[in-house]
């Protein structure tokens, strides 16, 4: 189907404002007598709190206010707070914005502070006087599963469908997958490859920090300024955390300067409404870059076990892994969808898949993009690769014998629907790029397949015309990847007007209807479809307003895109959507019609990356020579910024192969809380990261539309495993795959 | 009857059985019926207040259902009980 605006590249609504400098951020709040809040953070890795003292901090001239987690209000242990996308148990919200009885990470916030300025702020958290007994801290995943590791949490009992144990553990839950005999499947396999694997846990990197403002009024209402993935979200985690009512928190999105998942959870606001609170005055609180890396939620380490096995022709017989990921200082790490991405792209009789949520003294995790799948397929696209070398088979050859077709039973469970697997692994085969010729010393091509889930969930927006015929349209989406283009697109292609008469904006809590989170990769689907909801009743209005223009019945008129509302009966007699808007109060006052949904039938995406690597011997350095990421997007609504998320997500993953890890020392403290020591790729470190746009519309959108943002950053570690093993002949089973790492496998090896 | 795919730590509950045929219009009437048939599976599934438990998600024809307990199940519906999943 041919469309006007769907498909085109307009410049983004919010650029001007974003490229000079005057869009508004989070931290530019500013508000009549703003207090500047900071926090004091646990040394320790693991201590109990014997005593804080705050009166020095409240005995310096120009503080205001402190709070610990004995400010909190007493809340109801049992049950979970539903927060969208995601959900997390009550018991620990509160613990996980101020340690209770006991610090679990370092970092962990114990009290903090608000003052005239921020130096204030930091004289008064240095003074106040904190008494801990130092405990054993356990930080890697494995040791936290053994008998007699430390406990972080004296009541914790695994989750699980089996049969309850009454075990108190550091294992918070187990999940299984499981059919068919994978026994009996490896035991008649021609080949099978098992390994083990580890991962380290990674930050998101967004460039903006956590920041909040919080103007708490005497009447007890709340307004809350901040940065977010989603200010439903917000609102309803301050609700649980500080038992207050939903109706009278107001939460203001603004600018958000990257989240990739770690803007969904809360940190700095219910500090900000507490503050707030006690001293009478708005509160602001910004965190350092030292702080966002302590004390935010970035992604699990892990130890994944994966075992593929085949027939000699090329068929995989069974799948078999364990993941074991952290879930940091609280249960709730992503291994659920680790083990759900682990080899979906492949079809297999037989399964056998563990996971284990497993928590540690480190921060808390959060979602990052594609949550726990860049772990799971480094494994799995490393056996798979394995086992087609083996068989001397072409890797992409084996994964389009092996992949998994619409119909097909998930490793994971349901049946797949529309998937565009099979031609994106058709295009990679018929590609340029695969089939150049890449020759040199120290060289190699890797390729990785990935899989994530995509989500739909409720969405609200709202369309308001003025009387020139241009349109407001309100989204509760907050915007990350250029989503308010897609919108504006959206509504411009259903009423027919060009996009730049559409002005879309991300309206706050109290000015649009409830909207999950942007994240699962679902705001262009569900927004987009709450968006073209709008559209479709708008459009109904216009037909009954101009009716009554004419006299007639709405029967007798109908909307045509580029015309506007024309006559049934007359094909000449119409009315521009501007002079039915114009004649609006004279034909029964504002047209505002408001588009609902709660998404479903989103699809699946896949994504096939090819790199090309060089390895310097001396160094061990990888520089990635190539790089091109397939992906099935269902139809790209605004391809340059499907690219956008295609090339992001490739840039982030990459980083996570090659440079980026979390390093501790054995006390459990983070080593390198900064973006030197904590390598961050730059431009300077990629090439162009080329994109294929493989078009397999979803059936269930009116588009075709399928959610593009997060399986992109699925293949790249394993991608970029592929190429160094083609490279130097060495299988690497760690990240990150740094110089020093590559440099003491070739030493080891005796290639250097 | 509605297919029920048995998770492979509940299936010391059906003696081993990986997918079961079960009667119900709705997900609560599917876990009546498995409660029936294999006790102790709605203690496994819900908690003391009956709701589903929040690390279990529940797929209906492949899908993850949005209305929870209330959920339709067809005639010929394949139903999945997974672990609970959130995007970043």
Known sequence: MAYDVVGTRPVRPDGTEKVTGRAVYGADVQLPGLLHGKVLRSPHAHARIKSIDLAPALAIPGVYAAVTAADMPKVQAEGVANLGESSIEKQYMQNMILAGEKALFHGHAIAAVAAVSPHVAEEAVKAIRVEYEVLTPVIDVLEAMKEDAPLLHEGLITKSLGKPTGKVSNVAAHMQHARGDVEAAFAASDVVVEREFRTAMVHQGYIEPQTATAQVGLDGAVTIWTSTQGAFGVRAQVAEILDLPLGKIKVVPCEIGGGFGGKIQVYMEPLAVLLSRKANRPVKLTMSRAEVFQATGPTSGSVIRAKVGATRDGVITALQAQLYYEAGAFPGSPVGAGTGVIFAPYKAENVLIDGYDVVVNRPRTSAYRAPGGTNAAFASEQVVDEVARQLGMDPIEFRLKNAVRPGDQATYGPKFGAIGLVEMLQAVKESEHYNSPLTGPNRGRGVASGFWFNGGGPSSSHISFNHDGTVNLAEGSTDIGGSRASMAMIVAEELGLPYDQVKPYVADTDSVGYTDVTGGSRTTYATGLACYNAAQEAKRQLCERAARTWECSPEEVEFMPGKGVVSKSDAGKHLTVAQVAREMNRTGGPIHAVGTVNARGQAPGFAVHIADVEIDPETGKTTILRYTAFQDVGRAIHPSYVEGQIQGGSAQGIGWALNEEYVYGSDGTLRNANLLDYRIPTALDLPMIETVLIEVPNPNHPYGVKGVGEVCIVPPAGAVANAICQATGQRFTELPMNPERVCMALLKAGSR | ?88
């Not at chain 2, 509940?10 to 599917?30: C, N, P, S």
């Open chain 2, 1 to 88: 009857m509605a297919r029920v795919f048995i998770p492979g730590l509940m299936r010391d509950l059906t003696g081993g059985r990986t997918q079961v045929q079960v009667a119900g219009a709705t997900v609560r009437e599917l876990i009546d019926g498995l409660e029936q048939a294999f006790p102790g599976m709605r203690e496994r599934l819900c908690g003391p207040d009956g709701a589903l438990h929040p690390h279990v998600m529940i797929a209906v024809d492949g899908e993850e259902v949005i209305e929870g307990l209330r959920a339709p199940v067809g005639e010929e519906s394949e139903v999945h009980f997974l672990p609970a999943i959130a995007g970043g």
